[in-house]
């Protein structure tokens, strides 16, 4: 049997008619940017997570970016981000020409709250969270430590649409909830998508108005803006597979689930929930210091797996001029070096999940 690590399409047939019909009445609208399409999906977004405010935009990574910027945070500046993330957070940081300062990770992947204070300098501005896999932090410490030392939070929910700490969604415990639609996200459009949820109104207003050239009304430009709107076919695909989420998230957490119960193996370690947490799994990554005999097995046996991430953001080349070297952040390194993604996607076949969890057991 042949298994990719993810797959889109099977996403894409299961709600094939809205879809198609969704874009048919958008392309047969005349009308493709800043419509009704982004309007109602602001709308629904925020009510979905549960914030006051939502603006979409063109990417997960404009929505950092954007908002690092419109917190006031730039040259000179730090912010905390937790060292084993997709580098797109931390570019969020650095096209502002702030400087990330990193903190390991805790067992759960996040990032480790008691390790935060530490790094505060008086040069801190903000702690970014990144609820990575679909996880989420420890949000009671890290609230209070950003309340405590009058810190902005930004959280970076690219993979974590729809999941809760206590109760309250991913996104609106701080300043900023920044979020990435694309294709292979929980919540995904069928282009480059993303938004920033906010309760602040004129933090709202800000990006509304920068998003478009900086200007609030047409030809009238209050500042120096960029482009980055949400189009209206993806608003309107996105409004489609969000009166979905219900059932996407539910399923992932069944993949999860069935995962957890039926994979043993001494050499695997598998993911963990965080007590009082819902998880959206936006993958499932085990770890294993047999990670490359791991994979060329399962490459064997027609099942592909993908590595979230291999190289950690400060040992990327692009992040040398920060000066790190290996051997700085241990934690985040060992999981570089050792997690590994099992194939994982919404409408994944149960005979496609039996057949990896029974090749994985049988690794000897
Ligand atoms: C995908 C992702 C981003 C960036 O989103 P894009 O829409 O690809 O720009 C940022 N942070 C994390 C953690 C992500 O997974």
Redesign the pocket.
């Known amino acids: 049997m042949k298994i990719m690590s993810n797959r889109m399409d099977y996403g894409y047939y299961k709600y094939q008619k809205e879809f198609e019909e969704k874009a048919l009445s958008v392309l047969r609208s005349g009308w493709y940017i800043l419509g009704g399409e982004v309007k109602t999906f602001e709308e629904n977004f925020a009510a979905y997570t549960g914030a006051q405010y939502c603006v979409g935009l063109a990417?997960?990574?404009?929505a950092?970016w954007i908002a690092v910027r419109l917190l006031g945070i730039g040259s000179g500046d730090e912010v905390i981000v937790q060292g084993n993330?997709?580098i797109?957070?931390v570019m969020g940081i650095t096209i502002n020409g702030a400087t990330p300062v990193f903190v390991e990770p805790d067992i759960y992947y996040q990032i480790d709250a008691d390790k935060i204070e530490e790094k505060i300098t008086d040069r801190t501005k903000a702690v970014m969270v990144?609820h990575?896999y679909g996880h989420v932090a420890d949000m009671d410490k890290i609230t209070r430590i950003c309340h405590e030392h009058q810190l902005k939070l930004i959280e970076?929910c690219?993979?974590s649409h729809g999941a809760f700490y206590k109760g309250q969604m991913t996104g609106t415990f701080g300043d900023v909830g920044c979020f990435?639609?694309?294709p292979s996200?929980n919540l995904g459009a069928f282009g480059?998508a993303?938004a920033i949820v906010t309760n602040l109104s004129e933090l709202a207003e800000d990006i509304r108005v920068f998003r478009n050239y900086g200007s609030e009304k047409r030809y009238y430009n209050k500042v120096v803006g960029a482009n980055s709107r949400l189009d209206e076919i993806q608003a309107g695909l996105l409004n489609v597979r969000l009166s979905h989420m219900k059932e996407i998230t539910e399923e992932r957490r069944q993949l999860a689930a069935v995962y957890s119960r039926e994979l043993r193996h001494r050499d695997i370690l598998l993911p963990r929930e965080r007590e009082d947490t819902r998880a959206v799994w936006h993958q499932y990554v085990i770890r294993t210091s047999r990670r490359r005999e791991l994979t060329e097995y399962l490459e064997q046996k027609g099942i592909n797996t993908l590595i979230h991430y291999p190289i950690p953001p400060h040992l990327a080349e692009a992040y040398r001029y920060l000066g790190h070297c290996r051997g700085d952040f241990p934690v985040t390194e060992r999981y570089a070096d050792t997690v590994l993604s099992l194939p994982f996607y919404t409408g994944m076949r149960p005979e496609e999940q039996q057949y990896t969890i029974d090749c994985i057991n049988s690794f000897v």
Not at 59 to 62: A, P
Request: aromatic share 16%; net charge negative; charged share 20%.
């Open positions: 990417s997960g990574l404009d950092l993330t997709y797109a957070s990144v990575l970076d690219a993979q990435s639609f694309y996200k480059d993303g």
